[in-house]
């Protein structure tokens, strides 16, 4: 069976730092399921389609690629907007769902992240890990990253954002946002995301199939 790694959490609480470099240490591939509903946002976008009809978010979800998700273009924050809105749809989340799964399934394991991977993609994974942060600690790293790469940006708007981003992840009636029963709870506000990882591996290691 291969050896997965799920990892969920709200917006900017560092589970995708997290993720890539625990792909990196065990040689696991990685991929990012936020980027497949930011994917299907922007097919929709760019093709002029409207952000409210289920049955074209679906088959745009469809012919989604997994091998040409280009994080740089996909992190836009309108494309991210639209993602939490075509990620509402249950028809798009079978689609998406279905191809994280043979993802996951392929090979000899996998770490994957995003909202849903330990309760709904891979309830079966070897190792589940809940990866959360105080929102406004989680607004000010955002706030941090794009004042780092020369842009402009308000806090009081990325806060906002952060606050009404958790409420659509977690309040949505498709899969929300929650921590599986058996993950691991990894407070990166707490322990910061050098410690998480440490963290992690220890959780990892201790088991012997990986
Ligand atoms: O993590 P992100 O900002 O790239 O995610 C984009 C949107 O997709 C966000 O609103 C949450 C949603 N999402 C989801 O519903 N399920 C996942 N497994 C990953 C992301």
């Known amino acids: 069976m291969a050896f997965i790694i799920a990892i969920d959490g709200p917006a900017a ?14 040689g696991l591939p990685h991929l990012d399921t936020g980027l497949t509903y930011r994917a299907t946002a922007k ?9 409210d009809d289920e049955a074209i978010a679906a088959e745009m979800a469809g012919a989604i690629d997994l091998g040409w998700l280009d994080r740089s273009v996909l992190s836009a ?3 991210g907007e639209a993602a939490s809105k075509v990620a509402a749809m249950p ?18 394991g996998a770490v994957l992240d995003g909202r849903d991977i330990g309760t709904v993609v891979c309830p079966d994974a070897a190792v589940k890990l809940y990866v959360t942060a105080d929102p406004e600690l989680r607004a000010r790293r955002r706030f941090d990253e794009i ?30 946002l929650r921590p599986a029963d058996d993950a691991h709870l990894l407070d990166t506000s707490k322990m910061g995301i050098e410690a998480a990882f440490q963290a992690a591996r220890a959780i990892i290691d201790a088991r012997s199939d990986h």
């Open 147 to 176: 004042i780092a790469r020369g842009e402009a940006a308000d806090f009081d708007r990325i806060f906002e954002d952060v606050k009404i981003r958790d409420a659509r992840d977690m309040g949505r009636a498709d899969s929300p």
């Open 91 to 108: 028809a798009v989340r079978v689609a998406l769902v279905a191809a994280q799964r043979r993802f996951a399934e392929t090979g000899k």
């Open 43 to 51: 097919a929709l976008l760019d093709a002029g389609k409207p952000l």
């Open 13 to 26: 609480a560092g589970k995708g730092t997290l993720a890539r470099k625990l792909s990196d240490h065990y």
């Open 77 to 79: 924050h309108e494309i």
